[in-house]
């Protein structure tokens, strides 16, 4: 049965990106970290530079995913990975598509009837394998309903002062968490708590 797991990198202070949405900050971990090379995939594939611990999470957490899940936000951000997310098929909630898209050979989906539907829709492409999920506004609305079974957060050293919290507008709190586990990187601290029911 395919998991519904919340991955985001953020500031020790809560912000997954700055106010003009710039993620750089949070993400240099990925590219500054150390001498490991991680290999992404997907049809616009990069390199990460990262410690041996982080390379150990990274292979980890790539091998279990089979689907994305995320929001207009992240898809604009990210460009749409390219067409092709490293993850395998991507599922965009939405409440329009974009110009341009769909695009041919492109595994990115829009799903514009809510997002359970576009959860169930990811669910059935992982086949089997964990759903991603990306973006604040989405793993808010899927905690709110009940929906996450995992949270990762790879924790940057850095405090970006102000932008985009990660858990701003919850339903439900306090929302109690199992307990972690725990990698230390180099400048990211990787975290994995699974979510109480």
Same mark, same amino acid.
């Given at each position: 049965?395919?998991?519904?797991?919340?991955?985001?990198?953020?500031?020790?202070?809560?912000?997954?990106?700055?106010?003009?949405?710039?993620?750089?900050?949070?993400?240099?971990?990925?590219?500054?970290?150390?001498?490991?090379?991680? %290999?992404?995939?997907?049809?616009?594939?990069?390199?990460?530079?990262?410690?041996?611990?982080?390379? +150990? *999470?990274? $292979? #980890?957490?790539?091998? +279990?995913?089979?689907? /994305? @899940?995320?929001? $207009?936000?992240?898809? +604009?951000?990210?460009? =749409?990975?390219?067409?092709?997310?490293?993850?395998?098929?991507?599922?965009? /909630? !939405? %409440?329009?598509?974009?110009?341009?898209?769909?695009?041919?050979?492109?595994? &990115?989906?829009? /799903?514009?009837? #809510?997002? +359970?539907?576009?959860?169930?829709?990811?669910? !059935?492409?992982?086949? =089997?394998?964990? &759903?991603?999920? %990306? =973006?604040?506004?989405?793993?808010?609305?899927?905690?709110?309903?009940?929906?996450?079974?995992?949270?990762?957060?790879?924790?940057?050293? &850095?405090? @970006?002062?102000?932008?985009? $919290?990660?858990?701003? *507008?919850?339903?439900? !709190?306090?929302?109690?968490?199992?307990?972690?586990? &725990?990698?230390?990187? /180099?400048?990211? !601290? *990787?975290?994995?708590?699974?979510?109480?029911?």
């Amino acid at each position: 049965m395919s998991k519904v797991v919340a991955l985001m990198s953020m500031s020790l202070d809560g912000f997954v990106a700055d106010r003009n949405d710039g993620v750089g900050e949070v993400f240099d971990w990925y590219m500054n970290s150390g001498d490991v090379e991680f %290999h992404t995939g997907g049809s616009d594939p990069m390199t990460f530079n990262v410690s041996a611990p982080s390379a +150990e *999470h990274l $292979r #980890g957490l790539w091998s +279990e995913l089979g689907a /994305v @899940l995320t929001g $207009r936000r992240t898809f +604009e951000v990210a460009d =749409g990975w390219g067409g092709n997310h490293a993850w395998g098929p991507a599922f965009v /909630v !939405t %409440h329009h598509i974009p110009d341009r898209w769909p695009r041919p050979n492109s595994t &990115v989906h829009f /799903v514009t009837d #809510g997002i +359970e539907s576009a959860l169930k829709q990811a669910k !059935t492409a992982a086949g =089997g394998k964990s &759903v991603g999920v %990306h =973006g604040a506004d989405t793993i808010q609305q899927l905690l709110n309903l009940g929906l996450l079974d995992e949270i990762h957060v790879d924790i940057a050293a &850095v405090l @970006l002062g102000s932008g985009v $919290r990660l858990f701003d *507008h919850l339903a439900k !709190t306090p929302a109690v968490l199992g307990s972690p586990k &725990v990698i230390a990187g /180099v400048g990211v !601290t *990787h975290l994995r708590y699974p979510v109480r029911k």
